[in-house]
């Protein structure tokens, strides 16, 4: 896994599917991917990458530590 710093979209949802994660599939306003009782939105930025603030926001959300980010 990268470093926890910017990620593209993409790489953001291959890296859960990595972590056990489902989907993503099509929700209100973003689509979302779940891992057992776990649902995490997947924010759509537009072309741009997901920032360091927003990736630990949904890293917290999905109860996914640090080290387990960077380690795989």
């Known amino acids: 896994m990268p470093p926890v710093g910017p990620v593209k979209r993409k790489g953001l ?5 990595l972590l056990g994660f489902v989907g993503p599939f099509a929700g209100g306003r973003h689509q979302y991917m779940v891992r ?12 741009r990458d997901i920032g360091v603030e927003l990736l630990l926001r ?7 530590e640090k ?4 380690k795989l």
Not at 13 to 17: A, D, L, Q, T, V
Not at 36 to 47: E, K, L, W
Not at 58 to 64: D, K, S, T, Y
Not at 67 to 70: F, L
């Open 67 to 70: 080290p387990e980010w960077e």
């Open 36 to 47: 057992g009782q776990i649902r995490v939105a997947i924010p759509n930025p537009h072309q």
């Open 13 to 17: 949802i291959r890296y859960f599917r």
């Open 58 to 64: 949904i890293l917290r959300l999905a109860g996914i």
